[in-house]
């Protein structure tokens, strides 16, 4: 076979083969986002359910099905969400206030949130920038689809000094965790709320009830109907906004912690530390049995 025929082969094997390489990774990164986007957090959407079953269970378990029509009441309702909801309406403008409740559905999303897969990110990075120098990076940074560490890599690709490039990331880490606070903080009012405007309903009720002592045996329940908004007032708190208060405050918690784990890998990097050093300062900031199982891991590969 001539000379140039095989060259040619083998380029277009070699050209094939970076097209098959290229065509894999692409399908992996849409496979990886098409899963981030449709996950749900089984844990938060179980919780949620088996509370309300939970207690419907004991409502009809001595009584009946039928019992639950007892617990069924629409002017509690009205005063007590509606109450509860309006008051949290008039204390925030209507975007904060959508977007409060819009900030439900992330309780039901589960965080793509994986640390050491983060760490081994960034030490293969430091790799590259140890081999190829920190230009190199500017390539390897549109691979990534984390837009707060390409931000940080394109910083240092530009020569950024690194007490702006730290300035820079932390300022918009700041403001990213402003902004979650105000969600948290969103569903901590309506929680204080709820239990507030269920008394009040049940003051109502009373004022109702007492007005019309005449009937002896409407007074059984009206009573009830007064005691049902300070149910709902305690269902709204303690069964939707403690619990999505709390979850949004863990997300937003190792959110915080990831993002801290970039800063400090991406300044080691622009440092020339070695990249084994930088493994330990990242690994630190996880529990130890977290750092046992990734080294694990890692001598497993």
């Known amino acids: 076979m001539p000379f140039y025929t095989t060259k040619y082969c083998n380029k277009s094997r070699q050209s094939y083969k970076n097209l098959v390489k290229l065509f894999a990774k ?11 986007r ?3 957090d ?17 409502i ?13 009441d629409f002017q509690s309702a009205l005063i007590t969400f509606g109450g509860a909801f309006c008051a949290i309406l008039a204390a925030n403008t209507m975007q904060d206030f959508i977007g409060g409740l ?8 589960k965080p793509a949130f994986n640390i050491q897969d983060m ?3 960034i030490i293969d990075l430091s790799n590259v920038a140890r081999k190829e120098g920190l230009l190199s990076l500017e390539e390897a940074a549109g691979d990534l689809d984390d837009d707060f560490l390409k931000k940080g890599i394109l910083l240092i690709v530009d020569g950024t000094d690194p007490e702006l490039v730290r300035g820079i990331m932390e300022t918009e880490l700041i403001s990213m965790e402003t902004r979650h606070k105000k969600k948290i903080t969103f569903w901590e009012d309506v929680a204080s709320m709820g239990p507030a405007w269920g008394m009040i309903g049940t003051l109502v009720g009373l004022v109702n009830m007492l007005q019309n002592m005449s009937d002896p045996s409407s007074i059984g329940p009206a009573m009830a109907v007064a005691l049902i908004t300070t149910l709902y007032g305690s269902m709204l708190a303690n069964w939707i906004c403690t619990p999505v208060a709390n979850k949004l405050k863990v997300n937003n918690a190792n959110e915080v912690q990831m993002k801290e784990i970039m800063i400090e890998g991406l300044l080691s990097i622009q440092a020339g530390e070695n990249p084994r050093v930088i493994e330990e300062k990242l690994k630190s900031f996880l529990a130890p049995k977290d750092r046992i199982s990734s080294s694990n891991e890692e001598g497993g590969e």
């Open 102 to 109: 819009k900030s439900f559905t992330l309780v039901l999303k």
């Open 42 to 58: 089984i844990a938060s959407l179980i919780g949620l359910v088996v509370c309300i079953v939970l207690v419907v269970f004991a």
């Open 38 to 40: 449709k996950t749900l």
């Open 60 to 72: 009809v378990a001595g009584n009946g099905v039928a019992a639950i029509i007892h617990f069924l």
């Open 119 to 121: 760490i081994q990110k």
């Open 26 to 36: 692409d399908t992996f990164l849409a496979k990886e986002k098409y899963i981030r």
